[in-house]
């Protein structure tokens, strides 16, 4: 190869690798942005046992922030973790993306909804009631449906292997 076909060469798969570093740097922002938007949620989620402590004084609001703390950390953690792995793989919309089978898909096949539960049982210790029950319920009966549309998308033999391997759609030894 002569010298200008090398150094243009060079130059190609210095841009290719240019831009491979700003395609990660863009799903990193995606990812901490998500995170961020997550962990405000949480925190808007806690905002009336935080009011009742400060208009009340009750300890028991304090207590309320703490147990559902734990619950939506928990949530967002998952969350986090999972959609960390799935990288292109996420989607809104059913469709095969290719199949992930790494981090928290190692355990259950859908781990985003089983974050998406947690993190809404959270909100129901929290702020018990029959309105938010219905709420959450409606919330679940949806994701139980995202569950099998996606399922069905993803019919193959790689899929067919990992369903064998992970048996436990949402939650090991439920369901």
């Excluded at 790494?102 to 959270?122: E, I």
């Excluded at 959450?136 to 949806?142: F, S, T």
Aim: with cysteine; charged share 20%.
């Amino acid at each position: 190869m002569d010298p200008v076909s090398q150094s243009t060469f060079r130059l190609a798969l210095d841009g290719r690798r240019l831009s491979a570093h700003r395609q990660r740097s863009v799903r990193r922002l995606g990812v901490l942005a998500g995170n961020l938007a997550g962990a405000g949620f949480a925190v808007y989620l806690l905002l009336p046992s935080i009011r009742f402590f400060a208009h009340t004084g009750r300890l028991i609001g304090l207590v309320f922030v703490v147990q559902q703390a734990w619950v939506q950390v928990i949530g967002l953690l998952l969350w986090g973790w999972a959609f960390s792995c799935l990288g292109r793989s996420y989607g809104i919309v059913a469709a095969d993306r290719g199949l992930v089978t790494r981090g928290p898909y190692r355990y259950v096949r859908h781990p985003l909804y089983t974050a998406y539960l947690v993190g809404g049982a959270g909100y129901l210790i929290q702020s018990l009631s029959l309105w938010n029950a219905a709420v959450d319920l409606v919330a679940v009966g949806w994701q139980l449906v995202r569950v099998r549309a996606e399922e069905r998308q993803l019919e193959g033999s790689d899929s067919a292997r990992y369903r064998a391997r992970v048996r436990w759609r949402l939650c090991p030894r439920l369901w």
